[in-house]
């Protein structure tokens, strides 16, 4: 069978050039050449993430670090901010940390707003908060900013940020916001094949990781500062995914930051002028749409077209492309399409054609 091309919402299409990078003769990750290639890559990683504090490489998925999380900064009640599938799932790894958690849940396609988190944390119950930034299940972007600024009148609660599906696509900066972690796996919007997660930590982070008593091994935050600040990581690396980071890391800063920004809106605009003009409204409330993806509405809420998706999604699947049939709870109510990555608005034009042909054939 021919590739089928990948636009579901991660992991994403990974380019030749990538692979070609990821293939290159293995290294030792405590010799030279591993310490030059994390030393290279430091800058850059801080550049992007707009961090000063060092930006760890953890070889696991994001969820390892978003247990990690859990696990070093928690000790008295964390607050997981829910909104879908992902968010929802943070409340449920807090507990099974062994931890106290309450969740801070809205309806699956609305955002979480300041206000609401102003008034839970103000109960003073909480040491420690998670949000994700770009929720991918319903193609929903939270109000970061305005959530982040409450971290100056709850400056001992702790601010876990997941920019999985964000990072790289649109702007971040880490010490603007004032949070404590920010992490990203890199199949999303980095466009690296899956296994390898980026995060950073503030001093207060740190301090606070420094205290827990059962932080284990694996994900213990100072482990992973002491080791960045010899270049290197806790354990064995994948080597190989360091290499097609920094592959893309270099692509990124060749094309540059507002570029790269300005081509997500722009084949994001694309896919939101396709979904209008065939007659489909968007999944997530207007003003918080994803910028990295379409979740389209599809009897999930009142409004908008309604086709047969799992026929949809066979038909584009016939023409070499894959596109998500709907996550979770609301497979097939609604569907989505990801312009993460290297897309192009020449490759997402490619698509919509693919999409006009299918639909044509309901
Ligand atoms: C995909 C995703 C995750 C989980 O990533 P894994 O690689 O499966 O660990 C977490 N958060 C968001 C927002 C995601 O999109």
Known sequence: MGHVKLHIPGPVEVSDKTFEAFCRPMIGHRGQGFKDLYARIQPQLQTLLGTRQLVYLSTSSAWGVMEAAIRNLVSKKVLNCMCGAFSDKWLDVSKRCGKA??????????????????????????????????????????????????KAKYPDVLFVVDTVSSLSAVPMNFETLGIDVLLAGVQKAFALPPGL????????????????????????????????EQHMTPSTPSVSH???LSAKLDDIFAE??????????????????????????????KGYESMTLVCVNNGAKPGGRVIDVAKFQKLV??????????????KGTTFRISN?????????QALIDVLNGALAKL
Request: charged share 20%; glycine share 12%.
């Open 256 to 285: 540059g930051l507002e570029g790269r920004y300005a081509r997500h809106r722009r084949t994001n605009q694309m896919l939101r002028d396709w979904a209008a003009g065939h007659g489909f409204t968007l999944f997530p409330e």
């Open 242 to 244: 360091v290499y097609a």
């Open 317 to 330: 699947k016939d023409q070499g492309i894959l596109i998500d049939g709907g996550y979770g709870k609301i």
């Open 197 to 228: 997660s980026i995060f950073t930590c503030s001093p207060a982070a740190l301090a606070k990781a420094g205290a827990a008593g059962d932080r284990g091994y694996y994900f213990d935050f100072l482990e992973f500062q002491k080791n960045a």
């Open 340 to 348: 993460m990555g290297d897309e192009t608005p020449e490759s997402i």
């Open 101 to 150: 958690a309450d969740g801070l849940q809205v309806a699956w396609g609305s955002p979480i707003l300041a206000a609401e988190v102003d008034r839970r944390l103000a109960t003073g119950e909480y040491d420690a908060l998670t949000l994700i930034h770009n929720e991918t299940s319903c193609g929903l972007m939270n109000p970061l900013e305005e959530i982040a600024a409450l």
